[in-house]
Protein backbone atom coordinates (compact mmCIF):
# COMPACT_ATOMS: atom_id res chain seq x y z
CA UNK A 1 0.00 0.00 0.00
CA UNK A 2 2.97 2.27 -0.14
CA UNK A 3 0.87 5.05 -2.88
CA UNK A 4 -1.67 5.02 -0.34
CA UNK A 5 0.74 6.28 2.17
CA UNK A 6 2.34 8.83 0.24
CA UNK A 7 -0.42 9.92 -0.63
CA UNK A 8 -1.83 9.80 3.10
CA UNK A 9 1.70 10.99 4.28
CA UNK A 10 2.80 13.66 1.79
CA UNK A 11 2.89 17.72 1.95
CA UNK A 12 0.47 18.97 -0.59
CA UNK A 13 2.13 20.52 -3.69
CA UNK A 14 -0.90 21.17 -5.76
CA UNK A 15 -4.48 20.28 -3.76
CA UNK A 16 -5.35 18.75 -0.44
CA UNK A 17 -8.51 16.67 0.01
CA UNK A 18 -9.86 16.01 3.23
CA UNK A 19 -12.57 13.54 3.43
CA UNK A 20 -15.09 15.35 5.97
CA UNK A 21 -18.32 13.04 5.44
CA UNK A 22 -18.64 9.32 4.52
CA UNK A 23 -19.78 6.35 6.04
CA UNK A 24 -17.36 3.78 8.00
CA UNK A 25 -15.26 4.39 10.01
CA UNK A 26 -13.37 7.82 11.17
CA UNK A 27 -10.20 9.30 12.79
CA UNK A 28 -10.57 10.54 16.28
CA UNK A 29 -12.93 13.60 16.73
CA UNK A 30 -14.66 12.86 13.36
CA UNK A 31 -18.14 11.58 13.07
CA UNK A 32 -18.83 9.06 10.60
CA UNK A 33 -22.69 9.25 8.98
CA UNK A 34 -24.29 8.24 5.57
CA UNK A 35 -23.06 10.02 2.51
CA UNK A 36 -20.36 12.21 1.32
CA UNK A 37 -18.54 15.56 1.40
CA UNK A 38 -14.94 16.21 0.53
CA UNK A 39 -12.80 19.12 1.66
CA UNK A 40 -10.37 20.31 -1.14
CA UNK A 41 -7.58 23.22 -0.49
CA UNK A 42 -6.29 24.54 -3.86
CA UNK A 43 -2.50 25.59 -2.77
CA UNK A 44 -2.48 27.99 -5.68
CA UNK A 45 -5.49 30.14 -5.66
CA UNK A 46 -5.44 29.32 -1.78
CA UNK A 47 -9.31 28.67 -1.67
CA UNK A 48 -10.96 26.06 0.01
CA UNK A 49 -14.20 24.32 -2.29
CA UNK A 50 -16.52 21.99 -0.56
CA UNK A 51 -17.62 19.00 -2.83
CA UNK A 52 -21.30 17.88 -1.68
CA UNK A 53 -22.29 17.88 1.98
CA UNK A 54 -22.91 14.80 3.51
CA UNK A 55 -26.58 13.95 4.32
CA UNK A 56 -26.38 15.99 8.03
CA UNK A 57 -25.61 19.62 8.44
CA UNK A 58 -24.96 19.27 11.83
CA UNK A 59 -22.37 16.51 11.66
CA UNK A 60 -21.19 18.16 8.52
CA UNK A 61 -19.86 21.19 10.79
CA UNK A 62 -18.83 18.95 13.43
CA UNK A 63 -16.15 17.45 10.94
CA UNK A 64 -15.17 20.73 9.17
CA UNK A 65 -14.15 22.27 13.06
CA UNK A 66 -11.99 19.18 13.48
CA UNK A 67 -10.72 19.62 9.91
CA UNK A 68 -9.66 23.12 11.43
CA UNK A 69 -11.22 25.39 8.65
CA UNK A 70 -14.29 27.40 9.82
CA UNK A 71 -17.21 28.03 7.33
CA UNK A 72 -16.14 31.41 6.67
CA UNK A 73 -13.03 30.63 4.94
CA UNK A 74 -15.35 28.05 2.15
CA UNK A 75 -16.90 30.07 -0.87
CA UNK A 76 -17.39 27.52 -3.02
CA UNK A 77 -19.56 24.64 -2.84
CA UNK A 78 -20.31 21.47 -5.49
CA UNK A 79 -23.47 19.98 -4.47
CA UNK A 80 -22.41 16.62 -7.49
CA UNK A 81 -26.62 15.59 -7.55
CA UNK A 82 -29.06 16.15 -5.37
CA UNK A 83 -29.47 12.94 -3.73
CA UNK A 84 -29.80 13.66 0.22
CA UNK A 85 -26.75 11.71 1.33
CA UNK A 86 -25.32 14.80 -0.88
CA UNK A 87 -27.11 17.83 -0.52
CA UNK A 88 -28.65 17.77 2.80
CA UNK A 89 -25.66 19.20 4.73
CA UNK A 90 -25.75 22.37 2.78
CA UNK A 91 -28.59 23.77 4.56
CA UNK A 92 -26.82 23.66 8.21
CA UNK A 93 -23.59 25.08 6.19
CA UNK A 94 -25.80 27.85 4.81
CA UNK A 95 -27.23 29.00 8.11
CA UNK A 96 -23.74 29.60 9.37
CA UNK A 97 -22.80 31.29 6.06
CA UNK A 98 -24.81 33.03 2.90
CA UNK A 99 -22.06 34.22 0.79
CA UNK A 100 -21.54 31.51 -1.02
CA UNK A 101 -21.07 30.24 -4.78
CA UNK A 102 -22.94 27.06 -5.17
CA UNK A 103 -22.62 24.85 -8.74
CA UNK A 104 -25.23 22.25 -9.18
CA UNK A 105 -26.19 20.31 -12.42
CA UNK A 106 -28.08 22.80 -14.65
CA UNK A 107 -31.34 20.72 -13.62
CA UNK A 108 -31.12 21.58 -9.99
CA UNK A 109 -30.45 25.42 -10.65
CA UNK A 110 -34.16 26.83 -10.06
CA UNK A 111 -34.55 25.02 -7.01
CA UNK A 112 -30.97 25.82 -5.45
CA UNK A 113 -31.78 29.60 -6.45
CA UNK A 114 -35.14 29.17 -4.55
CA UNK A 115 -33.96 27.87 -1.35
CA UNK A 116 -30.70 29.78 -0.98
CA UNK A 117 -31.68 33.41 -1.81
CA UNK A 118 -28.56 34.88 -0.70
CA UNK A 119 -25.82 32.64 -2.09
CA UNK A 120 -24.64 32.59 -5.75
CA UNK A 121 -26.31 29.25 -7.85
CA UNK A 122 -24.84 28.24 -11.09
CA UNK A 123 -26.43 25.26 -13.06
CA UNK A 124 -23.33 23.85 -15.20
CA UNK A 125 -24.13 22.05 -18.24
CA UNK A 126 -20.70 21.36 -19.75
CA UNK A 127 -17.25 21.32 -18.92
CA UNK A 128 -16.28 24.71 -16.60
CA UNK A 129 -13.55 25.70 -14.49
CA UNK A 130 -14.83 26.78 -10.90
CA UNK A 131 -10.91 27.72 -9.72
CA UNK A 132 -7.33 27.81 -10.93
CA UNK A 133 -7.12 24.35 -12.56
CA UNK A 134 -10.29 23.11 -10.57
CA UNK A 135 -13.05 21.58 -13.16
CA UNK A 136 -16.31 20.22 -13.26
CA UNK A 137 -18.05 18.28 -15.73
CA UNK A 138 -21.47 19.95 -15.63
CA UNK A 139 -24.28 17.65 -16.14
CA UNK A 140 -24.06 14.35 -16.81
CA UNK A 141 -26.54 11.25 -17.35
CA UNK A 142 -30.01 10.47 -18.69
CA UNK A 143 -32.10 9.59 -15.61
CA UNK A 144 -30.41 11.16 -12.83
CA UNK A 145 -28.13 14.34 -13.31
CA UNK A 146 -24.72 14.20 -11.37
CA UNK A 147 -21.43 15.87 -12.05
CA UNK A 148 -17.89 15.18 -11.03
CA UNK A 149 -14.74 17.58 -10.34
CA UNK A 150 -11.14 16.89 -11.77
CA UNK A 151 -8.05 18.46 -9.94
CA UNK A 152 -5.47 19.32 -12.79
CA UNK A 153 -2.16 19.47 -10.63
CA UNK A 154 1.11 21.02 -11.75
CA UNK A 155 2.62 17.84 -13.94
CA UNK A 156 -0.52 17.67 -15.91
CA UNK A 157 -2.37 14.75 -13.96
CA UNK A 158 -5.97 14.42 -12.99
CA UNK A 159 -7.49 13.87 -9.36
CA UNK A 160 -11.21 12.96 -9.83
CA UNK A 161 -13.80 13.86 -7.07
CA UNK A 162 -17.20 11.88 -8.19
CA UNK A 163 -20.18 11.67 -5.75
CA UNK A 164 -21.83 8.32 -6.99
CA UNK A 165 -20.46 7.94 -10.24
CA UNK A 166 -24.53 7.35 -11.69
CA UNK A 167 -23.69 8.06 -15.21
CA UNK A 168 -20.88 5.91 -15.13
CA UNK A 169 -17.01 5.94 -14.81
CA UNK A 170 -16.41 6.24 -18.57
CA UNK A 171 -18.65 9.10 -19.03
CA UNK A 172 -17.07 11.06 -16.52
CA UNK A 173 -13.70 10.17 -17.87
CA UNK A 174 -14.32 11.41 -21.61
CA UNK A 175 -16.03 14.42 -20.22
CA UNK A 176 -12.44 15.20 -18.70
CA UNK A 177 -10.52 13.46 -21.57
CA UNK A 178 -8.31 12.28 -18.74
CA UNK A 179 -8.04 8.84 -19.95
CA UNK A 180 -4.11 7.99 -19.37
CA UNK A 181 -3.78 10.98 -17.17
CA UNK A 182 -6.01 10.53 -14.25
CA UNK A 183 -4.01 9.32 -11.36
CA UNK A 184 -6.58 9.09 -8.84
CA UNK A 185 -9.85 8.86 -7.81
CA UNK A 186 -12.32 9.60 -4.62
CA UNK A 187 -15.67 8.92 -3.91
CA UNK A 188 -18.87 6.92 -4.65
CA UNK A 189 -18.32 4.36 -7.28
CA UNK A 190 -21.55 3.06 -7.29
CA UNK A 191 -22.37 -0.22 -9.04
CA UNK A 192 -19.43 -0.12 -11.45
CA UNK A 193 -18.13 -3.37 -12.76
CA UNK A 194 -15.72 -2.80 -15.60
CA UNK A 195 -12.94 -0.89 -14.18
CA UNK A 196 -10.50 -0.31 -17.65
CA UNK A 197 -10.57 3.21 -17.05
CA UNK A 198 -9.26 2.81 -13.53
CA UNK A 199 -5.80 0.76 -14.73
CA UNK A 200 -3.80 4.23 -15.47
CA UNK A 201 -4.64 5.23 -11.34
CA UNK A 202 -2.21 5.12 -8.79
CA UNK A 203 -5.05 5.45 -6.04
CA UNK A 204 -8.32 4.55 -5.77
CA UNK A 205 -10.33 6.22 -2.86
CA UNK A 206 -13.42 4.24 -2.67
CA UNK A 207 -16.18 6.13 -0.47
CA UNK A 208 -19.85 5.67 0.23
CA UNK A 209 -22.08 4.20 -2.07
CA UNK A 210 -19.56 2.03 -3.36
CA UNK A 211 -21.07 -1.62 -3.97
CA UNK A 212 -18.54 -3.75 -5.36
CA UNK A 213 -15.74 -2.84 -3.06
CA UNK A 214 -14.55 -5.80 -2.33
CA UNK A 215 -14.02 -7.25 -6.13
CA UNK A 216 -11.52 -3.20 -6.18
CA UNK A 217 -9.82 -4.61 -3.17
CA UNK A 218 -8.47 -7.91 -4.91
CA UNK A 219 -8.42 -6.74 -8.15
CA UNK A 220 -6.69 -3.32 -7.19
CA UNK A 221 -4.67 -4.54 -3.40
CA UNK A 222 -2.14 -1.62 -4.27
CA UNK A 223 -4.25 0.82 -5.17
CA UNK A 224 -7.29 0.44 -3.01
CA UNK A 225 -7.67 2.53 -0.26
CA UNK A 226 -10.81 2.50 1.99
CA UNK A 227 -11.02 6.67 3.13
CA UNK A 228 -11.81 7.12 6.94
CA UNK A 229 -13.47 10.32 7.67
CA UNK A 230 -10.91 12.67 8.66
CA UNK A 231 -8.03 11.53 6.19
CA UNK A 232 -6.62 14.21 4.67
CA UNK A 233 -5.21 13.07 1.15
CA UNK A 234 -2.36 15.55 -0.78
CA UNK A 235 -1.35 15.39 -4.18
Known amino acids: MQVAEDILMNKAENFSVNVVFNDGRA ?35 NNLKQSGVDVSEIHKVVISHDHPE ?3 GLDEFYKKYQGLQIYVPIENQVKYERKFRMAQVFGLSELTEIDEN ?7 GNYLKEQSLMLKTRSGNAI ?3 GCCHPGLYEIFDAFNCNGIAKAIIGGLHDTRTFTCLESLDFIGACHCTRNSDILKLRYPEKFHEILVGENLAF
Open 86 to 88: HSR
Open 27 to 61: LKGYVPSYGFAALIYNVRSKNYILFDTGSDGNILL
Open 134 to 140: VYLTGQL
Open 160 to 162: LLV
